[in-house]
Structure formats: C-alpha cells, structure tokens
C-alpha cells in the first residue's frame, strides 16, 4: 500500500505557509413576501357590547384578507385584550369604558394585491394598518446563492495573493462563516412601516388602492479561510 502524505498542520511553516482571506458577497435582490400587521379595536361602556363589536370586526377583517386568496401565504392572530378603563374620581372600581384590541399578522406574495388589500383595510372604522415589511423566505436560494458567492471570492482572493508571490495554494485548512445578515430593506432612509388608522369612509366609492413599491432586499454573507500554499521565492 502507498502511504498517504500527512495533512498539512493547522499552522504556517516555511514549508507550507498559511494564507488566510476573507470572502464577502453583498446581493439586492426583489422581496418574496409582505407582511402587514392589523389592528382591530372596539370601544364602548358595557362590557358585552364591546366584545360583540370586537368580534364583528375581527370577523369582517379576516373575510376581507381570505378573500385574497393564494395571495395570501399566511395569517394569524397575535393577541387579544378587553381592558377595564376605570373611572379616575369617584369612590370604587367603577368602570367608564372598556376597550378591546385584536392584532392580526397577514404575510402576502402578490404585491399588487397588497396595496387593494391595504386600503380596504384602512377603510374599515377602528382598524389600525402597520406596515408593509418587505421580507425574503428563510428558504429563499438568494441565502445559499450568497454563500457560495462569498465562498468563491475567498478561493480567488487566495489565489491572487499567492500569484502576487509567484506560488500556489495547496489546501484548505479552514472555512468559518464569519456571520450573514438578514435580508433587510434596502433604502435611502428609513421607510420600513407606513401605519394608517381610518375610521369608515363616509363616500359612496371605495378608496384608490395603494401604490406600493417594493424596497429592494440586501442580503450580505462572509466567511473566513485558511489555505496553505507552496513556499514562495522570495
């Protein structure tokens, strides 16, 4: 059996030294998903009543978000809240005014959908919009397609160092992510949530929908290696 050569050491020696770079990708690309978040809220004196117009909201929000069908990926509801406003005189607990919150979360891949949907939201009385947040999927290729970007330019930037020392590499040694960032929108300033609270709109035709413009996505990613190369002539 032929022996196979030891592996380089995890170090630099005269005989292999060690070169060490860093690879960087930075991407924009499109967004794949907008999330909004809805607000519902009711407001009244007696306690019943004001769950009953909460309930009848939230109802009328989430059939109006259905309604988009596909292009809506995914809705939630995040919290409910029915507070007691107690008065602030008088001798007791007693209760001026309750009020009721719902807080919806709707993530949307058809962006032309999104701005009809945002302004028959805004339209509805006691409904608060926050919102759009401009997002890639966790499974989005755009993350591996950084990564291998990045990989890439660190074997090239290797290479050109030992050309500049008229040698080669050899081996890899090591290749650490250095960490990557999640996408974020990528803008002048920051623009990130558009919030409208309307009541109901006394006309008889429906609002223009909303022209929105997706913010472009910035997607970085980094990573650290160390390659041995041929001794140089110096």
Known sequence: MTSQPPPPPPYGT?????????????????????????????????R????????????????????????VENLATGSVTLTPELAPRGRGERIRTYHGN???????????ALGELTTRLADLELTRIDG????????SPVHRQARQQAVHEAVQRAKEYADALGTTITALIELAD??????????????????????????????????????????????????????PSL
């Open 132 to 139: 759009p947040w401009w997002q890639l999927r966790p499974t």
């Open 102 to 112: 719902i807080h919806l979360t709707a993530e949307l891949t058809d962006f032309t």
């Open 14 to 46: 005269p005989d292999a030294p060690l070169l060490t770079v860093r690879g960087e990708a930075d991407l924009e690309v499109d967004p794949e998903i907008a999330r909004i978040a809805v607000t519902v809220t009711a407001r009244g004196k007696d």
């Open 48 to 71: 019943r009543t004001t769950l009953d117009d909460l309930t009848h909201r939230n109802t009328t929000v989430l059939d109006l978000i259905k309604s988009y069908g596909d292009a």
């Open 178 to 231: 250095a960490g990557a960032t999640a996408g974020r929108p990528r803008s002048a300033f920051d623009r990130r949530a558009v919030r409208f609270s309307m009541a109901a709109a006394e006309t008889e035709q429906a609002a223009e929908p909303l022209d929105l413009e997706p913010q472009r996505i910035h997607i970085r990613a980094e990573v650290n290696a160390q390659f041995t190369m041929h001794p």
